[in-house]
């Protein structure tokens, strides 16, 4: 039995818990060592970085899978190209026509249900646990019927999103938010109006990483980052580099990197830890060390509090550094593609001080012009650093940014993996902070708006209320919404400050805001 490309069969693999487990893997690639072949396996349900070549002993051939043989397109009349419909092709069709009635339909009044917008204000109350209000008709359980609801029914996409029952009439301003405490009614709270949003801004999935209803579309050509997936092939699938050395760490590359060819089948690659520039061995690196004279990116440090910098790198001028840290950071990122153009884009380069110069940590890249509010195009921490709040530190620092800009920003979707971890816990640590800090006056509930949460932070409106919901905060009792701080949520989210010792200080932040639209180039 020959095992090849394409099929599919348990494989034998270690877990984090240092059990074994077999689960199912596909065959990538196959290639003979010393006369022994060795499989290049990914499995199924896991991400790539897990990817890895085995031998036929951790095959189970047993349960094996061959790939199916793609079926002759059927022929009409002698003449090829007329085969039978698949389901893309009705799901095509069916977009066509919907877009053909509704072209066709541009003039019309489309009866919509008014919706009020999204807790245009809250009041903040901590109970026990065991005194919740009653969460049946919570945010997020109606927020999945609604939902659900506009896959079935062609809702508009500028419908606004709230988890009351659709009335009839459609109201552009909300009704006023009462509170009640000790059984007295308060003042009715000033109205807000809420300005439309897409139907998305409150997706809970990933955090509303796909920007449309299971419709892939294509990435944007200027500026963006985003990998288009469509024209992945078996060569980007597999990891080519074995090993990069970058100063005193050997990191073990996790994705695919469009490194020179003749590099790749290098037991070790070498990159000068401050210029990045890679090398094919030990001797040249040695080299070109007599010769390189920096000691820290290049650009303008603009961020330094004991051994923490960071530099600004514009990728005009410091071409080669910023292609070069491209082809690093995309070793450990998937979910982005490179760009040899890295003129739209700003690099911001994390450095750990000593006596030897300024060591790369992380980076975020984001874009000179973003017109989606993106404040992060990629952003990595490298795999030495993490786990040590590093990530935190970077996201931070690029809200720190916003802030000086005097704009709300968000990060570039998808997010990968670890990425969208550490967003969720820095946005939930910071809105945390931001509503334990409030006050009461005079005896009563403290009131916030989502508005001045996201203007006191610089996070995006969409990304605090998903955050909101992620942490179950919101409610809807007696007619308002409330904001509800159980014991739990206030005792882990003290614990997760102590341990967070890396914060950004302000007063330690030299920098100043370029108008890159009256520019006439980067």
Known sequence: MEVVEGCRLPVLRRNQENEDEWPLAEILSVKDIS???????????????????????RLDLKKIQFPKKEAKTPTKNGLPGSRPNSPERELKKTLDLSLHSSAAGIGKTIP??????????????????DKL??????????????????????????????????????????????????????????????????????GTDEDSQDSSDGIPSAPRMTGSLVSDRSHDDIVTRMKNIEC?????????????????????????LYLCEFCLKYLKSLKCLQRHLTKCNLRHPPGNEIYRKGTISFFEIDGR???????????????????????????????????????????IVGYFSK???????????????LPPYQRRGYGKLLIEFSYELSKVEGKTGTPEKPLSDLGLLSYRSYWSQTILEILMELKSENGERPQITINEISELTSIKKEDVISTLQYLNLINYYKGQYILTLSEDIVEGHEKAMMKRHLRIDSKCLHFTPKDWSKRGKW
């Open 35 to 57: 006369g022994r072949k060795v499989f290049y396996v990914h499995y199924i349900d896991f991400n790539k970085r897990l990817d890895e070549w085995v031998t036929p002993e």
């Open 112 to 129: 919509t249900p008014g919706l009020p917008y999204l807790a245009a204000s809250a009041s903040l109350q901590r109970v026990p646990v």
């Open 133 to 202: 209000p009653d969460r049946t008709n919570s945010i997020e359980n109606v927020t999945k019927n609604l939902l659900s609801k506009r896959k079935l029914e062609a809702v508009s996409l500028a419908t606004q999103c709230s988890p009351v029952t659709p009335a009839a009439a459609a109201p552009e301003i909300p009704t006023p938010v009462y509170a009640q405490q000790n059984g007295s009614a308060r003042r009715p709270m000033p109205q807000v109006a809420g300005r439309k949003r897409k139907a998305n801004c409150l």
């Open 244 to 268: 990069i050395e970058l100063g005193r760490h050997r990191l073990k590359p996790w994705y695919f990197s469009p490194y020179p060819q003749e590099l790749t089948s290098l037991p070790v």
């Open 317 to 359: 001028k410091n071409k080669n550094y910023s292609q070069n840290l491209c082809l690093l950071a995309k070793c450990f990122l998937d979910h982005k593609t490179l760009y040899y153009d890295t003129d739209p884009f700003l690099f911001y380069v994390m450095t750990e001080y000593d006596c030897k110069g300024f060591h």
């Open 367 to 381: 874009e000179k012009e973003s017109t989606e509010d993106y404040n992060v195009a990629c952003i990595l921490t």
